[in-house]
């Protein structure tokens, strides 16, 4: 086990107030682009709309993964330019957005109420299905930043392609987590299928996508080293997704800005997995008969059980056990990658609280 002294977990980030203010005037600037494109001035109307889309749903996060594409920029240039550091910024935001188009569409499909202490989207001024367009026109707006700020460059190929890869296997992953949860046919939440739906939803944009891009702009190539940097990346995005199903069941709901609903959506979470698997007969009857449904008694039920099998501090062993294991996986990484880049990746959701 590798000791991770609290120097190394504070070590002070590279991003710095002034540094993430740059990276945040960088937004006004994407949001008058796309709403004064030429080819779109007879649409002054959705133009209006889109930036409303865009101000409401792209800002308001705490943007770790855009901030993670400057960051892995910043640490494998051999030299930082400024229109580069500026470039890194865009790229950033075009993750910004990605992000923005999965969780529009993700809380329309599990009728959420709440993202990021607001209204979910599709619930302001009763925007309802029709949401779902707007999250189509955020993940269109990449696309055309990407033409607008990178088509000269040698590398623009590679940003499409790296783009492209991860929007799909994060759909990939959104189709099963939302079939898994139909029909209540909680036997066949298995740890295995709770680690294929992890993988592709949430560990490949969140955590590989910010530093693939980088890798991009500053050319590197090497299978090798992609395939160490892949590797490592997925298993901080696993460890961040335990996190989440932790925190949606006893976080604080005025931390989180979340209303945790992973109970009533009979999502194969983390906890209701790790459940199943230690449960007792009378336990696993507790759990298959009021798991998955919207009832406060049910979900009290559920809530009652995980405390009473010891999850809390089970979750508590687990996640050291984790930070301790990918901590030294990040030290047998190549010497050619910035190690690190990936610790303050992983000291970022340590312990995290929302």
């Not at 002070?12 to 993430?20: A, H, I, R, V």
């Not at 409303?52 to 910043?74: C, D, E, F, I, M």
């Not at 188009?101 to 925007?127: H, P």
């Not at 969140?206 to 590197?220: D, E, K, Q, R």
Request: aromatic letters at 12%; glycine letters at 6%; charged letters at 25%.
């Amino acid at each position: 086990m590798v000791d991770v002294s609290s120097t190394q977990i504070n070590a002070p980030k590279l991003l710095e107030k002034e540094e993430s203010d740059d990276f945040n005037a960088v937004f006004p600037e994407l949001v008058r682009f796309l709403t004064e494109i030429p080819e779109f001035r007879d649409m002054p109307e959705t133009n209006r709309w889109l930036a409303r889309v865009l101000q409401y749903n792209v800002p308001h996060g705490k943007r770790n993964r855009g901030l993670a594409t400057a960051l892995s920029y910043r640490y494998m240039a051999d030299e930082l330019q400024e229109e580069n550091v500026k470039l890194s910024y865009i790229l950033g935001w075009t993750v910004e957005m990605l992000q923005a188009f999965f969780l529009v569409a993700d809380d329309i499909m599990d009728n959420s109420e709440t993202r990021r202490g607001r209204l979910c989207w599709y619930k302001v001024d009763q925007n309802g299905t029709g949401a779902f367009n707007d999250s189509l026109l955020l993940e269109g707006a990449i696309y055309l930043i990407l033409k607008k700020y990178f088509s000269g460059k040698d590398y623009y190929l590679d940003l499409l392609e790296i783009m492209h890869d991860a929007t799909y296997k994060t759909t990939y992953g959104q189709s099963l987590d939302t079939r898994t949860g139909q029909g209540r046919k909680m036997e066949t939440y298995t740890m295995d299928r709770y680690n294929g739906i992890v993988k592709y939803k949430t560990s490949y944009y969140s955590f590989h996508l910010p530093v693939a891009l980088a890798m991009a702009m500053v050319g590197i190539k090497d299978s090798e080293l992609k395939r160490q940097t892949e590797k490592v990346t997925l298993e901080i995005g696993h460890f961040f997704q335990v996190q989440d199903d932790y925190l949606d069941c006893f976080g604080d709901v005025e931390v989180t800005g979340k209303i945790g609903s992973d109970i009533q959506d009979c999502k194969c979470s983390w906890l209701f997995v790790t459940a199943l698997e230690q449960a007792t007969l009378e336990q696993r009857e507790i759990l298959l008969s009021n798991y998955g449904v919207d009832d406060e008694t049910k979900i009290g039920k559920v809530k009652q059980l995980y405390i009473e099998m010891k999850l809390p501090g089970f979750y508590q062993a687990f996640e050291e056990r984790t930070f301790n294991l990918i901590t030294n996986h990040i030290q047998q990484m190549s010497p050619e990658l910035p190690k690190r880049l990936f610790h303050e990746m992983l000291a970022k959701i340590y312990r995290r609280s929302s």
